[in-house]
């Protein structure tokens, strides 16, 4: 969408307010940045146990294994809430981490995959509607709140973390990091790198919750009901 007049109606707004019309903004340099130091000095190894136990605070499922493990692992838990129906985002990390043997080991027992490839969004939605697990890769996870991060692209719908009844997130243990602040900063450096941010990226922390109703805790009101993590030592 063009936007029009754009500079002559911010100019005009400056000279009312009186004020220098200014062009881009500088960020600003505190002297104290206490949000940095906040378990800052976690090993990797404590940021992982952290996690797990957070994990028990947002009604998660907490997992860790080594990486030759995942296509069992992934199997099993698949086969433990009784699905049918997965949905999975076309990624790079599919290859990486060996899952097409697992595509083809859920296909030879029945199961129905679906690839999120493409602009086709209306037909991938259709699917995670009634998909029973949404599976996805954790782009950075926050130990403190016990929250995956996810960039979606065209490959990698929105809806895969939200319409399936379960959501299960492989998490690579160098994903791992203390908190939002850091989560952040490494945006940001991908951004000062050149690199094109997705226009979504979203931050999932275990099931939907929800306590609005009398501060009354009711899991899977607007989301998925259940959720695993399966930290992946790479």
Known sequence: ???????????????????????????????????????EHLSQESLVALLKEQCKNIHTKFKRIKEEQLIDVLFET?????????????DPRNDRYRLPMLFQKLKQHQYNIHLWKGKEGDEHIQFAKQADIGIVFSDITLAESGTVTLCHHKNHGRALSVL??????????HTIVPRLTQAMQKLQEKQLNGENL?????????????????????????????????????
């Open 164 to 173: 399936p009844e379960t959501f299960l997130a492989i998490i690579p243990t």
């Open 78 to 90: 698949i086969q433990s809430y009784n699905a049918q129906s997965i949905v999975m985002p076309d």
């Open 1 to 39: 969408m063009r936007i029009h007049n754009r500079e002559p109606f911010l100019n005009h707004v400056a000279e009312n307010l009186g004020r220098k019309r200014h062009t881009e903004v500088k960020r600003p340099k505190w002297s104290v940045e206490p949000q940095r130091k906040v378990y």
């Open 198 to 234: 997705p226009s979504c990226i979203s931050f999932v922390s275990g099931p939907s919750n929800s306590a609005d109703i009398e501060m009354n805790l009711m899991v899977g009101v607007h989301g998925p009901v259940r959720a695993t993590y399966i930290v992946v030592d790479d």
